[in-house]
């Protein structure tokens, strides 16, 4: 038994809002592999600290740099933000991790009795 009571090596199960937060980053990416670069460029700037201060913050151009690493573009993303070396790794392998997380749970929810 684990410390909440479940035996071990089962998973739990994901209620409804549970699907909804594991798939929030994958459906991100996919959403950003569809849309082109362009058409983030004619979006207004929604960086409250760049607004209020004038000045880029550490995660500005994030949304541009993955997309541009998404359609194959690293030169684009590396101008757009340096962080994407280290950002786009680490959210994708969460990504990953949450699809597997929710495909495992769907497995025990419809195919294991």
Known sequence: MSQDGRPEGRRPRLGSAAWGVRLALPAAFVALAIVPVEFLDKLPVMCVYQRLFGVRCLGCGMTHAFCSVLH??????????????????????????????????????????
């Not at 690293?74 to 790794?89: D, G, T």
């Open 72 to 113: 194959g573009h690293l030169a684009a993303a590396f101008r757009y933000n340096h962080l994407v070396l280290v950002a786009f790794p680490f959210f994708a392998l969460v990504a990953v991790r949450n699809v597997g997380t929710a495909a495992a749970a769907f497995h025990s929810r419809f195919f294991r009795r």
